[in-house]
């Protein structure tokens, strides 16, 4: 992991979105970081089922983490928004150590979660140093601008993608999960286009970013992540561009990060793992 | 097009691959270009249908080009490697004003044509300055490095991508098609990245590059070009990774070419359409 960690009190803590479909019964590699970030034994972690319908996800992440060794686990059941009134879950997310968001619909998560105290306790929680974790939906929502639907399978285009307000703990990323897995590059690349400022983050299954209190993030997990900087575009047709024509967008950068990798999102700068920065004697083997 | 034409008669001829599933019934815009580089009325065009095992595929070509005013069109009607030691058809190909090659399977293609007479003349053909175009397989087949296949919907690794060798009308890239429509900008990247001199194009469905004789493309059609340079990558785990694993490439560039952009493959830069490179008033119409 990067070297600051929860224990920096200054900072705010880490924000992990998962690309889905990360792997829940073997060595749960993504899931233990989360618990171990969260205070293992001391963790007292709070799931926000929401995204889902199903009643089984929050219990499902009970036992997970606690199979992980977390101290306690509970689950938010809101199903709408005036659940997000209830002050007995004020009360749990004021005394959480980790806060996870599972998969399923984002807009649903935004629609239900969106402009309630309950979103502003996630929020200040995570400036206060608790990591905020989530899988699939609960990935894409972490950003100010989210992701909210869009195709898979085409060339970057306007109306490749749909944009609408997430939960807003950070704004210099937007997020794509099942990247790989459900062809999102164009919709991605789309996406950071409308304005370059934003870095594309697509997820794949299975793999997570740790972004740190520093906003340098570390790749965990068995995918990649491809970080898409638009900011260095010599010419993009977005504003020129006829409905569903595809965009010509000269001049991107494209860092496709494994496990391990680091990204500086201020710096827009892409690292090797550790072993690699230093003089390795290297493998001369053939193969 | 490019400034450059088969009228440069120092020059080879362009090499058209087109990333299959191009308009065939409408405006037909790829191949009448290809049509019209070839010499209008006064083309004779040789198609090679060999990649398809379809009997009818030459006499659709013969219809299509036809329709578009092509002088005299023909097909060879080779299915096996003793076909490529005809003497009428070295004649035939002696005579080309353009030569089109089929879709289908680009391993067939080389394993019949590979190392005889009949492409030998082709190359000879393009090096005089005839037009070559190819679609689907019959574009993968043009570069001198070759994909042979392997998955889409992966992220980039070893194993995602099998390399033989093409005809070799050039060696600056390498060539997938049915880029976007089937997910393969994994395996593009690991073919490029295996050595980062090949600069890799994905071709969209119904799109082509059109690479001139003095190795600038152009694109034409309606998706994308998606271009891939390796060239600069600060950090390839590709030597180091095991069987499987996904690659981490730091420091990619990517340019994503939509219609009438251009490409400069000696210089490695992309430049837009030519309205976009003078000073145009543009539109402030707000939408």
Redesign the interface.
Known sequence: MCATTLTDENGRGFIIPIGGGEDRVKEMQIHSKFVELSGGADAYIVVIPTASMLSETGEDYNRIFSSLGAGKVEYLPITRRLDCDNPTFFEMLDRATGIFITGGNQLRLSAILGGTLLVTKIRRQNAAGVPVAGTSAGASIMSEHMVAGGQ?????AEGTVTLAPGIGLTNAVIIDQHF??R?R??RL?TASSFNPFLIGLGI?EDTAAFIGPDNVLEVVG???VTVVDASKL??S?MW??KPG?????????????????RYDLKARV????PQ?LGLSSG?DTDT
């Open positions: 898979g399978n085409e060339s970057p790989t897995q062809n590059l164009g690349l794949d068995s995918g990649t010599t010419h047709s020129d561009a024509e595809a965009l010509s967008l000269i001049g991107l950068r494209l860092d496709v990060l494994g496990e391990g990798c892409g690292y090797p793992p690699f493998s």
